[in-house]
């Protein structure tokens, strides 16, 4: 009886390491076949991915200034790990040190008699960018989500900022909200630290950047000295490019510059993609990554990249009204969200479309009349047609303020340019009525071309919209 209760627990023994090696198997063949960026690609039309980018220093002097206010053996914090403690082999890990222990945030923040930044001790998000990108026309679009968009934050049953939502390796609660917010998916991330940027520019050799004007800024420390034009900047020059904020620089301005930099990211991936395949290469940028994207996904996007258009890449924000709620200001997209759910979803329809895809429609320049006489109607109009990435390079009244029904006239003659932009507001009086230059601008460009070969001539905009009676703010009636 012994032996055959003995044989009876070896064979379950045996059995359960038979299913254990089996089940690790599979697990290991899945996540080595699974590779969810060709599996979208398959499936067609465009895939977003979000792109944070957190700053750990903020949450970091905080934990240090609260741990000593506590006191602790000697008196002194205990060690903050970084990014690069993740593993043996460096690699960045799924969930970031620095947040491992937020349970700690309530002794903190009743000892200091305070709370961290923004509401939650993991929360260190300096901003996020969607990248909406579709493989088949190689074209993509970005847009700027605010950590102040208001919204109901079902967790804590208030109205909040959705940041709050957002801890770093756990992303998937602030994900569905921007999901919810945008009225689709956002099936991919990547994340990085403000403190990781320079390794990672530096490892592609650099941004190319655009700056209008020259940056110097010796009051603070560090300081900020970034020159005019168009310029490879380094990964120490990219993080203060990023970090810095003039007192006369508009929130426009600070969301320019990020969606410039995710851009000139993405060209540069795209440009050293090659450079991926080293298994050096690979494993020192993804150490200072997170993402959902497992090692043949992540190398399959970076391929992806250096198929992307990234030129005429679309560049769109939130736009809403601010509100003041429990001591803090928050947007509040505008008609509760639709006219954003509308420009994401026309977005992604346009960069799916190869003839959409190959003009300029999206990037149209526009002028916008006020053909009533409802005050500021013109203002309010460019922020709709602002939000789909539209340029409105001119905002006035019309001739008169008595228009019947609202017009939108064709000045380049691509009518169909004018035709997409009237579908926005609904509108069906479409005309093409080019633009002559001006007498001045003949002379002009006559003094310019030094009588020889004529110069090309533009004209400030492309498509005219006059605002008629029939415009209720958002349609056409």
Request: with cysteine; net charge neutral.
């Amino acid at each position: 009886m012994r032996r055959r209760g003995g044989f009876d627990k070896g064979f379950l023994l045996l059995l359960v390491i038979i299913l254990i090696l089996v089940g690790t198997g599979i697990f290991l063949y899945a996540q080595v076949r699974t590779d969810k960026i060709t599996e979208l690609v398959k499936k067609g039309g465009p895939f977003t991915v979000a792109f944070f980018v957190t700053d750990r220093t903020h949450l970091v002097k905080w934990r240090e200034v609260a741990q000593s206010s506590i006191g602790g053996p000697d008196g002194a914090a205990p060690p903050v790990s970084s990014a690069a403690d993740g593993g043996s082999n460096g690699a960045r890990s799924s969930t970031t040190p620095v947040a491992s222990d937020a349970s700690n945030s309530t002794a903190l923040a009743t000892a200091t008699g305070g709370t961290p930044p923004i509401s939650a001790v993991s929360n260190t998000l300096l901003f996020t960018e969607l990248f909406s990108y579709d493989p088949k026309t190689q074209k993509g679009a970005l847009l700027d989500i605010p950590g102040n968009v208001g919204s109901l934050i079902g967790s804590i049953q208030k109205i909040d900022r959705i940041d709050v939502l957002f801890k770093p390796g756990k992303e998937d609660a602030y994900r569905a909200k921007i999901a919810s917010l945008i009225g689709s998916s956002v099936p991919l991330y990547i994340e990085t630290d403000i403190t990781d940027i320079p390794k990672i520019v530096d490892l592609l050799g650099g941004l190319n950047l655009f700056i209008a004007n020259p940056v110097q800024q010796t009051d603070t420390n560090p300081m900020v000295l970034l020159p005019s034009g168009s310029i490879t900047l380094d990964g120490s020059k990219v993080e203060s490019y990023l970090s810095f904020k003039r007192p006369s620089d508009s929130e426009i301005e600070v969301i320019s510059r990020r969606q410039r930099f995710v851009q000139s990211l993405l060209k540069a991936i795209g440009t050293h993609s090659a450079l991926f395949d080293e298994g050096g290469v690979y494993t020192a940028f993804r150490s200072w990554v997170s993402t959902d994207m497992n090692r043949r996904s992540l190398l399959s996007f970076i391929g992806l990249m250096s198929k992307l258009d990234a030129e005429k890449i679309v560049f769109q924000r939130v736009l809403g009204v601010d509100r003041a709620v429990d001591g803090q200001q928050l947007l509040f997209p505008h008609y509760d969200g639709r006219l954003l759910r509308e420009t994401v979803q026309q977005t992604l329809t346009s960069l799916a479309n190869p003839q959409t895809a190959s003009d300029q429609s999206l990037n149209a320049r526009l002028q916008i009349l006020n053909g009533t006489q409802v005050t500021g109607l013109a203002h309010r109009t460019s922020q709709i047609f602002q939000s789909f990435g539209y340029d409105v390079v001119s905002v006035g009244n019309a001739d008169r303020q008595d228009y019947a029904h609202t017009e939108i006239l064709d000045r380049s003659g691509n009518i169909s340019q004018a035709q997409k932009v009237a579908s926005i507001i609904k509108c069906t009086q479409i005309a093409s009525q080019p633009v002559a230059p001006s007498v001045s601008t003949l002379a002009n460009a006559e003094q310019k071309s030094g009588g020889g070969q004529p110069i090309q001539l533009e004209t400030s905009y492309d498509v005219t919209i006059i605002l008629g009676k029939d415009f209720d703010g958002r349609y056409c009636k």
